[in-house]
């Protein structure tokens, strides 16, 4: 069973702060994706890779570095947070197929709400 | 730009009847984009329910089909006979760039079936 894991599933933070979210994925995909929700919209992509040591900018990236360390590991890091960075944040990885579209899966979300 | 968009926020269907949830797109960046709908069941994560990367083709999964069309850009999902099972909160999105890996998310559309 594929699985996606992000951590921490609540985070609180102070403005200005640096707020690290971890995903980790046993799927054994190249590709991985990070991105936002905000109630009432849709998912917003904000960085994603296509392995290890790549990251690349998705639609809203301001305000957000990603790192990649290896196949299973995918950060998104706010170096300075900001109250308009509060929400949910999900992590995602691709199966990259060559012939048809690539499906993600998905993790549970990080709530993250900065003060 | 790219953009989905989804006009119901919240549809209610008893049970048995049929459904039809609306979804149409805007690309300027491709001229056939792949599309999907994805869906969120109550307490588990967002997951694939079908896609299609062929404009004129039909994908089906679980008894829900959608029908890439487009001459109108549209991507409705419909089904003849709903359950309760199927009541959770259904997102169209379409895949562009060089892979058709960048997904652009509707709002989404919670179905509540009620018995």
């Known amino acids: 069973e594929a699985a996606v894991t992000q951590s921490p599933r609540n985070k609180v933070a102070v403005t200005g702060g640096k707020v690290t979210l971890s995903c980790n994925q046993t799927?054994?995909?190249?590709?991985m994706y990070w991105y936002r929700q905000d109630t009432g919209h849709g998912l917003r992509l904000i960085h994603y890779s296509y392995g290890a040591g790549s990251t690349e900018k998705g639609d809203i990236p301001d305000g957000y570095k990603a790192s990649r360390p290896s196949q299973e590991n995918f950060s998104l890091i706010l170096e300075l947070a900001t109250p308009s960075q509060t929400s949910v944040y999900f992590c995602?990885?691709?199966?990259?197929?060559?012939?048809?579209?690539?499906?993600?899966?998905f993790g549970s979300g990080t709530r993250l709400t900065v003060l | 730009g790219d953009s989905v968009t989804q006009t119901e926020g919240q549809v209610t269907v008893s049970e048995s009847k049929s459904l039809i949830i609306n979804c149409t797109y805007s690309t300027t960046s491709i001229a056939y984009p792949n599309l999907f709908w994805y869906v969120r069941y109550p307490g588990e994560g967002l997951q694939l329910l079908l896609k299609?990367?062929?404009?004129?083709q039909k994908g089906s999964s679980r008894g829900f089909e959608a029908t890439y069309n487009k001459e109108t850009t549209s991507f409705h999902l419909q089904k003849a006979s709903v359950q309760e099972s199927d009541s959770a909160v259904y997102y169209c999105a379409l895949g562009v760039g060089p892979n058709y890996n960048v997904l652009y998310f509707g709002s989404g559309t919670k179905l509540t079936v009620e018995p």
């Open positions: 995602a990885s691709g199966d990259a197929r060559t012939t048809s579209a690539e499906t993600l899966y």
């Open positions: 299609v990367i062929t404009a004129g």
């Open positions: 799927n054994n995909h190249n590709n």
